[in-house]
């Protein structure tokens, strides 16, 4: 079955809890991880790759919780871009990387872009 794996640790929430003042999570080597199918998507179909881009956005939001408080929605969004950089990399799959790489590094687009 086709799937990616979504995984974050916690030692970035407990850094930001203590820092915010709040009460840090138990300290723990606890990777929490969320399974994304993408068997019913085309790979060769960009709107395939942009769903499964979506599918593991939402998964890495998911695993990485979410805050209203400044430092820890600070380091919520840190670790949804680490989570689904991991993802995107262990899935290895080529359209995917190449269309994450476009939606992250807007200025290599732009320079793409002056080259033509």
Do not use: W
Not at 22 to 28: P, R
Not at 50 to 70: D, H, N
Not at 106 to 113: I, V, Y
């Amino acid at each position: 079955m086709k799937t990616a794996q979504i995984l974050c640790a916690l030692l970035c929430l407990n850094v930001a809890a203590a820092m915010a003042g709040g009460d840090a999570l138990a300290e723990s080597d606890e990777t929490l991880q969320r399974t994304v199918s993408y068997a019913d998507l085309n790979m060769n179909d960009p709107g395939g790759v942009q769903t499964l881009y979506q599918r593991l956005r939402i998964a890495s939001r998911s695993v990485c919780g979410g805050s209203t408080q400044p430092v820890q929605h600070f380091a919520n969004q840190q670790c949804v871009r680490e989570a689904l950089a991991g993802a995107i990399a262990r899935a290895n799959i080529r359209p995917l990387t190449r269309y994450y790489s476009h939606r992250t590094h807007p200025s290599a687009r732009a320079a793409a872009a002056i080259r033509r």
